[in-house]
């Protein structure tokens, strides 16, 4: 069994920068992971995801350039630079065992619990 565990979410001013970080534990070779986010009444979207060796890595347009992912062994992380107000949300860690490197959701077989990110104007 899987168990992620998300930290590093707090309150940014815009412009500033946060770091999320996700601790896997349990069997997690040869898995992917990715960061999702959730705004208040919408639905949860992709923002990164990483393969399982750390050598491909893809992003949501809204964040490309200003975001990077990356893992070492079983934790991810995310760099999160140049914030906006729209980057406020809860983001979720998330874990798949696959070669790929998703981009839904619906792929993701594990999820963390969630951490707050929110950014003033």
């Known amino acids: 069994q899987v168990q992620l565990v998300e930290s590093g979410g707090g309150l940014v001013q815009a412009g500033g920068s946060l770091r999320l970080s996700c601790v896997a534990s349990?069997?997690?070779?040869?898995?992917?992971m990715g960061w999702f986010r959730q705004a208040p009444g919408k639905l949860r979207e992709f923002v990164a995801a990483?393969?399982?060796?750390?050598?491909s890595a893809t992003y949501a347009d809204s964040v490309k350039g200003r975001f990077t992912i990356s893992r070492d062994k079983n934790t991810v992380a995310l760099q999160m630079n140049s914030m906006k107000p729209e980057d406020t949300a809860v983001y979720y860690c998330?874990?798949?065992?696959?070669?790929?490197?998703?981009?839904?959701?619906?792929?993701?077989?594990?999820w963390g619990q969630g951490t707050q990110v929110t950014v003033s104007s």
């Open positions: 990483i393969s399982w060796s750390g050598g």
């Open positions: 349990g069997r997690t070779g040869s898995f992917a």
């Open positions: 998330a874990a798949v065992r696959t070669v790929s490197v998703p981009i839904s959701r619906n792929n993701y077989s594990h």
